[in-house]
Nanobody
Framework: QVQLVESGGGSVQAGGSLRLSCAAS????????MGWFRQAPGKEREFVAA?????????YYADSVKGRFTISGDNAKKTVYLQMNSLKPEDTAVYYC??????????WGQGTRVTVSS
């Protein structure tokens, strides 16, 4: 099993910044993708950003966060961070850490809430 522990959510005014962290433990994979999804009230869960560690590393962002959010991570420590700048009210959501490994399964954290007020 994979355990994911997130931290760093909170409330901030529009234009502010927050940094989310996620640490993975338990089962490990030689190649995997680790990243963030979010789910706003009444909406489906959507992709935010991810790092793929498979032979090297690749980074992916949703168009809605490009230029504002930065994902980084440490493969050896199985951690990933999401620096969120220039936050907007529409970024308000529960943010979930995700690992997709060579077991072809999605593993989820418990979620951390981000609230951006206008």
């Amino acid at each position: 099993q994979v355990q994911l522990v997130e931290s760093g959510g909170g409330s901030v005014q529009a234009g502010g910044s927050l940094r989310l962290s996620c640490a993975a433990s338990g089962r490990t994979f030689s190649s995997y993708t680790m990243g963030w999804f979010r789910q706003a009230p009444g909406k489906e869960r959507e992709f935010v950003a991810a790092i793929s560690w498979s032979g090297g590393s690749s980074i992916y962002y949703a168009d809605s966060v490009k230029g504002r959010f930065t994902i980084s991570g440490d493969n050896a420590k199985k951690t990933v961070y999401l620096q969120m700048n220039s936050l907007k009210p529409e970024d308000t959501a529960v943010y979930y850490c995700n690992v997709y490994g060579s077991d072809y399964m999605d593993h989820w954290g418990q979620g951390t809430r981000v609230t951006v007020s206008s």
